[in-house]
């Protein structure tokens, strides 16, 4: 039997996936007092039965009566699940100094970015290079870009993107997309289901071979009046889509797919429960644990997302701090890695000591059970030298130390459709 005990407003979510596999994925909510937001699937998520939970300033379900997050995880991992995801925060950025404006504030460089193509990016503190938020851009056109940030981070980077925008101010248009829903359909199924939704609502074959990992997609669907945008993307490790749809279509696309997928018995609607043990299997950060504005990218794991000639050229916030780590691992005092743990699980805050001593070397910054490897995995920070894969560490759990095992992430192999 699902287990779930909220607390106040900030505090830890734990819940058992069921007798024989306990998972606890924990979240802090950061709302304020006073009534929650509602997404465009609130009352839809209500009438399903879903435990909603207050998550970044959002009421937003956790999972859904009669089924664990532990069986709304392995659901995922071998059918489809749908995912509410509309607190995200939608904007578009255009006009001629679009591009500018986003070199200066981000390390990515983005004049390699096909149109229709997506990156994983960084908001970047000035001189530390901390990272502000996560993101993901995507080009529309050389001067046009569609940018999704953090609903947590929402104030924090509305008043980053007014400061850091006054010197394009003249160039470019920063417009926040405040009336879409955006919903994630994630798994094996996914392409299935929504090529058959996409048919049959638009009367015409919808080919999606062709869309890789990464690339978009507008598809004109008339009786709805309007177009979808679909990314082929996702936080947790499977093929998937993430479908961008106005707020008074979203109930009826999300009803469309879960009809669709009804034949069969393909999907179920996943909570973030499932969110996060897949997201962590999957080896992805999430902001506010295991980024914040004291990390930067190439400590946590993301070099690949800093351009190398944005990284020679240094001019962005952060270039200080960036360019030399980017040159110079002496300059990289800590590392984000994986970790396999012995006994309980560790949590967000378990402190990571060198071996037999208490000598502290690191954080746990997320952790849980893996329902699909059936072991217990985490993801923190260590003092670069302790970081070599297979390298063991203590790691205090509930008083005592546990065994820990520096491992390489994803824990589980990404089922990403990519391009041959």
Not at 33 to 60: E, N, R
Not at 230 to 252: H, L, M, P, V
Not at 289 to 300: F, G, Q
Request: proline share 5%; glycine share 10%; with cysteine.
């Amino acid at each position: 039997m699902s287990l779930l005990r909220t607390a106040r407003l900030a505090s830890t979510l734990r819940i058992a996936a069921n007798s024989k596999f306990r998972a606890f994925p924990r979240f802090y909510s950061d709302a304020t007092p006073g009534a929650l937001a509602k997404t465009p699937l609130y009352d839809l998520h209500v009438a399903k039965g879903a435990k909603m939970v207050p998550f970044a300033g959002y009421s937003m379900p956790v999972l859904y009566t009669g089924e664990s997050v532990g069986e709304s995880h392995n659901w995922v991992r071998g059918k489809a699940g749908l995912f509410d995801v509309s607190h995200m925060v939608q904007h578009r950025l255009t006009g001629p100094g679009a591009l500018s404006f986003l070199h200066s504030v981000t390390p990515s460089d983005l004049t390699r970015l096909p149109q229709f193509q997506s990156t994983l990016s960084v908001f970047l503190r000035p001189v530390t290079g901390g990272i502000v938020d996560d993101l993901i851009i995507t080009s529309h056109g050389p001067e046009d870009f569609y940018v999704v940030t953090n609903a947590a981070c929402k104030d924090k980077d509305l008043a980053y993107i007014a400061e850091n925008m006054k010197p394009f101010s003249s160039d470019v248009k920063h417009e926040v997309l405040t009336r879409q829903g955006l919903v994630a359909l994630q798994g094996p199924l996914a392409k299935d289901i929504l090529t058959e939704y996409l048919t049959n609502i638009t009367g015409s074959p919808v080919d999606l071979s062709t869309l890789y990992f990464g690339n978009s997609m507008f598809v004109e669907i008339p009786s709805l009046e309007e177009k979808l945008h679909i990314a082929r993307a996702g936080y947790t490790g499977e093929d998937g889509f993430e479908i961008s749809i106005s707020e008074k279509n979203t109930e009826t696309v999300t009803m469309g797919l879960l009809d669709v997928g009804s034949t069969g018995d393909r999907i179920r609607l996943a909570g973030l429960g499932a969110r996060d043990s897949l997201r962590l299997e999957a080896g992805m950060c999430l902001y506010g644990h295991d980024l914040d504005d004291t990390t930067t990218p190439i400590e946590a794991g993301l070099k690949w997302l800093v351009g190398k000639t944005r990284a020679m050229d240094g001019n962005f916030l952060g270039a200080e701090t960036i360019s030399r780590q980017y040159d110079n691992w002496s300059f990289v005092p800590r590392r984000r890695v994986g970790f396999f743990v012995e006994g309980p699980p560790a949590r967000e805050g378990a402190e990571i000591v060198e071996k037999g001593t208490d000598n502290v070397i690191g954080k746990i910054t997320s952790g849980c059970p893996s329902p699909t490897l059936g072991k217990n995995i985490g993801m923190g920070y260590i003092k670069s030298g302790f970081h070599k894969q297979g390298t063991e560490v203590g790691i205090k759990v509930r008083g005592k130390e546990r065994k820990g095992t520096v491992t390489k992430m994803p824990f589980v192999e990404t089922k990403y459709y990519k391009a041959p």
